[in-house]
């Protein structure tokens, strides 16, 4: 082999050696090195932690006593606050299940009679009462009123896919809000709310008060002062009179 045979494999070997090495190194710094990409999940803990609105169910459960018909002062109340509540949140008419086949079955027909008076002194239509019949299990009967609402969801809490102390994580190093962050002040606004569709869009404006705004148009159209006067409990709160 000649001299320049020799150098040329010895260069081709170099050339090898170098390539393995770039090629080792490149394993090694792939082990701990991540490109830059978007961020693994939203930093707005709105979006993080959604609030969904979807239909839910109010349930009131009834006790019904084998030797007594009728409801109780208690069960009374319960009926009515449930009505009250049927016509300011309900998307359904009211479902009344009934147990049949029963040793309360008497009982049962004397509270259903008055549950429907109750439902027609407060405002509920005869026709958004629907009556079923199911067969108890055993044990405790009981007559179940319910009916479909609006309800606002948030959630789960409590999940920590990530360490909140020193990481490698990029969550760590670049100080993103760690995933729980938001989720009880959503969930908790979600539990608060009056009426879930206030969340979806706002509510359509209610007329002015024409009286008010009559006064103090005249007022106005006067040259005097438009705005109210107080006297009395308002003028008694005054910081000056405390030491007094």
């Known amino acids: 082999m000649t001299a320049s045979h020799m150098a040329?494999?010895?260069?081709?070997?170099?050339?090898?050696?170098?390539?393995?090495?770039?090629?080792?190194?490149?394993?090694?710094?792939?082990?701990?090195?991540?490109?830059?990409?978007?961020?693994?999940?939203?930093?707005?803990?709105?979006?993080?932690?959604?609030i969904t609105v979807k239909e839910g169910e109010r349930t009131v459960e009834v006790f019904v006593g084998r030797n007594r018909g009728g409801l109780t002062p208690t069960q009374r109340a319960d009926v009515l606050a449930f009505a009250t509540?049927?016509?300011?949140?309900?998307?359904?008419g009211i479902i009344v299940d009934v147990p049949q086949d029963a040793p309360t079955g008497r009982a049962a027909a004397d509270s259903v009679r008055e549950m429907h008076s109750i439902f027609a002194a407060s405002g509920?239509?005869?026709?958004?009462?629907?009556?079923?019949?199911?067969?108890?299990?055993?044990g405790l009967t009981t007559i179940k009123i319910s009916y479909s609402k609006l309800t606002a969801h948030a959630g789960p809490c409590g999940l920590w896919p990530r360490d909140l102390g020193p990481a490698f994580d990029r969550a760590y190093n670049e100080n993103w809000n760690y995933w729980n962050l938001g989720c009880s002040h959503q969930r908790n606004l979600a539990?608060?709310?009056?009426?879930?569709?206030?969340?979806?869009?706002?509510?359509g404006e209610t007329?002015?008060?024409?009286?008010?705004?009559?006064?103090?148009?005249?007022?106005?159209?006067k040259g005097e002062n438009p705005s109210g006067t107080y006297s009395g409990a308002y003028d008694k709160g005054k910081i000056s009179e405390l030491g007094k």
């Open 8 to 50: 040329a494999l010895g260069g081709r070997t170099r050339t090898a050696r170098r390539l393995l090495t770039a090629g080792a190194l490149a394993l090694l710094l792939a082990g701990c090195y991540r490109p830059y990409m978007a961020q693994d999940y939203p930093d707005d803990y709105r979006k993080r932690h959604p």
């Open 85 to 92: 509540s049927w016509r300011r949140e309900a998307s359904s």
């Open 124 to 138: 509920v239509p005869r026709r958004a009462v629907y009556v079923r019949r199911y067969s108890p299990a055993g």
């Open 191 to 203: 539990a608060m709310v009056d009426n879930p569709a206030d969340l979806l869009q706002p509510r």
């Open 207 to 221: 007329p002015i008060y024409q009286a008010r705004r009559a006064d103090a148009i005249n007022k106005y159209r």
